[in-house]
């Protein structure tokens, strides 16, 4: 932190100081006038210092040790850029991750404060991964350029975790298909039914949006899931929605819609391994509470 420095002219410091304190009625001995004066008002300059030197301990309490910026240049270890590559993508806030991902704010708008901006509008980084290109609108830092970036990074992490579900037996990737579920559906306003169709060996085929509705409701058909399971010669599913609300305990209709959907597929010889409710931060399992 740069040093302080007191620019106030000394006269006119000397002029807010105040009059000298009356003596007190009783003293042992009294100086000459002048010697009193010039006292009184060395002690009351060492008071207003004493004052300011309070007044900036305390504004500069819980701050760095450290100014961020020297000269209007960051530091080297302040760089967020920088203290990936030394220390890993770890030791990053939110924030310091979406300067990373922007790069650059637009002339006449700092990038820090424009990843704020950003994190304020959606709450969290979750959340920003269900935003589409008009949920940006009225940003400001934000243009074309940098919407179409901030959904294509999203649509990044997306894909690789479908990629990561392929080729490998969802049965024993439980927490794979959760992650994954929660990233595509659990910061969703509305409720979305989404359907994954696996080969005998339980490798992903397609993932799937069956049905959308409202912030509490949502109407699911089990004959279409029935007949696109029948088109791509799937042999078994899983099958999930959230709930907006954050919680994860099921309704009744709930119960209602797999007990219907695992006897439809029954009929076909497709087994449904389980359906999932997606919270915020939970995630409901049909089958691991043993079925409706």
């Known amino acids: ?13 000397e002029a807010t100081l105040p009059e000298p ?7 042992p001995a009294q100086a000459s006038p002048g010697a009193c004066a010039a006292a009184d008002k060395t002690a009351a300059v060492n008071s207003v210092c004493a004052r300011v030197s309070s007044a900036e301990a305390t504004a500069n309490a819980g701050t760095p040790t450290h100014e961020p910026l020297l000269r209007g240049k ?12 030394e220390e890993g993508p770890g030791v990053l806030s939110d924030t310091e991750m979406i300067v990373l991902v922007l790069g650059s704010g637009l002339p006449g708008h700092d990038v820090f404060n424009v990843a704020r901006s950003l994190l ?9 991964l269900d935003a589409t290109y008009s949920d940006f609108d009225g940003l400001r830092g934000i243009g074309p350029a940098k919407k179409s970036q901030l959904l294509a990074i999203m649509e990044m992490a997306r894909r690789s975790l479908v990629d990561k579900m392929r080729g490998r037996s969802l049965m024993n990737s439980p927490e794979a298909v959760q992650e994954y579920l929660r990233l595509r559906i659990g910061g969703k306003t509305q409720e979305v039914f989404v ?14 949006e069956s049905a959308r509705g409202t912030l509490t409701r949502m109407a699911v058909y089990p004959r279409e ?35 219907t959907l695992r006897e439809a597929l029954a009929l076909i010889d497709v087994q449904l391994i389980d359906h999932l409710v997606i919270g915020t931060d939970n995630t409901y399992s049909f089958a691991r509470a043993g079925w409706p």
């Open 1 to 13: 932190m740069a040093d302080y420095a007191c620019t106030m002219d000394p006269a006119a410091l």
């Open 21 to 27: 304190a009356a003596p007190y009625a009783i003293a």
């Open 74 to 85: 960051w530091l080297k270890n302040d760089m967020p850029r920088e203290r990936l590559i």
């Open 120 to 128: 304020d509008r959606f709450g969290s980084l979750r959340a920003m």
């Open 195 to 208: 359907s994954l169709f696996l080969d005998a060996r339980h490798r992903l085929i397609r993932c799937e």
């Open 225 to 259: 899931i029935v007949r696109r399971a029948l088109t791509l010669n799937a042999a078994s599913l899983i099958v999930a929605h959230n709930h907006p609300s954050g919680a994860v305990q099921p309704s009744a209709s709930d119960c209602r819609l797999t007990h």
